[in-house]
Nanobody, 122 residues
């Protein structure tokens, strides 16, 4: 089964840094777009950053200049490096990827990780 597993969340003071990683595993033929979303309490899930297979990136305006997304295709990983964290960055962060592989059947589907908590204190 295809799955995404995140790591690296935690508690950090405002102005600090954190690094999130996500590993895709399972019967995978190809990974298209990989990205990070976040959901704060009482708010909708929102895109933080995304990266295509050829390295093109897209960022939410609120994180531009502070966050960097990268991926290693051979290792099937995507990383979000976060600097200058603000209290408003506090949320559960989810890894997302469009993967061609075998989940419950062969095909191309969007997969989600289980989420990792990022808490930024003032």
């Amino acid at each position: 089964q295809v799955q995404l597993v995140e790591s690296g969340g935690g508690l950090v003071q405002a102005g600090g840094s954190l690094r999130l990683s996500c590993l895709a595993s399972g019967r995978i033929l190809n990974i298209n777009v990989m990205g990070w979303y976040r959901q704060a309490p009482g708010k909708q899930r929102e895109l933080v950053a995304a990266i295509t297979g050829d390295g093109s990136t897209n960022y939410a305006d609120s994180v531009k200049g502070r966050f960097t997304i990268s991926r290693e295709n051979a290792k099937k990983t995507v990383t979000l490096q976060m600097h200058s964290l603000k209290t408003e960055d506090t949320a559960v962060y989810y890894c997302n990827a469009e993967i061609s592989g075998y989940g419950s059947r062969w095909g191309t589907y969007a997969y989600w990780g289980q989420g990792t908590q990022v808490t930024v204190s003032s």
